[in-house]
C-alpha cells in the first residue's frame, strides 16, 4: 500500500508582470494601434504549426498530483467571457523536475492571459465556475511531442491544493 499523500495548500495571489515574471508574462490590454513592445507576449512559436484554440474545461476542483511544462513553445492562456481562474506554475530549468518549494499559485482575472515562458512548469487551469471556455496559442504538436509530465504523488509524495484568500 502507498504511503499517505502530503497535502500543501498554495494560496493565489494576485498576478502582476512583477510578480509572474519568473514564469512568463501577463498581458493587459491595450489600445488599438499601438506599436509592438515589451509588454506584448514575446513568443517563440518557431518549431512547428502554432495552434490557436478554444478549449471547454470542466470544474474539476482545485487540487494537482501532477505539473507539466513545454520545452520547444511558449504558450498562451486566457479565458472567454471574462471569467476569473487559477494556475499553478514552477520556473524553468534544466532538472526533470520542478523543485515543490518553487511551486506557486496565481490567481488571473478575465481580463488578460498569461504567456508562459519556455520551459515553465504548469498545473490548470483551476476556476471556481462550472465550466470556462480558454483561448490556448501553442504548437499544433505540443501535446504529442512536447509534453513532460512530473508525477509529484510519485516523485515527492505529495499533493497541492489551490486556496483563494
Known sequence: MAPPLTLHQLTAQPISPDSFA???????PSADGAGFGSNDAQLQLDGGIPRFYIMTLEHKGTRFRTITRHQRCTQCLGSL????????????????????????????????????????????????????????????????TDHQTCGLAQAFGIEFEIVTP
Open 22 to 28: 519568473p514564469f512568463g508574462q501577463v498581458i493587459f
Open 81 to 144: 467571457e471574462g471569467k476569473d481562474w487559477l494556475m499553478a506554475v514552477a520556473p524553468p530549468g534544466p532538472a526533470n523536475q520542478p523543485n515543490p518549494q518553487a511551486i506557486q499559485a496565481f490567481h488571473i482575472p478575465g481580463h488578460c492571459f498569461i504567456k508562459l515562458d519556455l520551459g515553465t512548469w504548469h498545473a490548470g487551469p483551476y476556476f471556481s465556475h462550472p465550466t470556462v471556455s480558454f483561448y490556448n496559442l501553442e504548437l499544433s504538436d505540443t501535446n504529442v
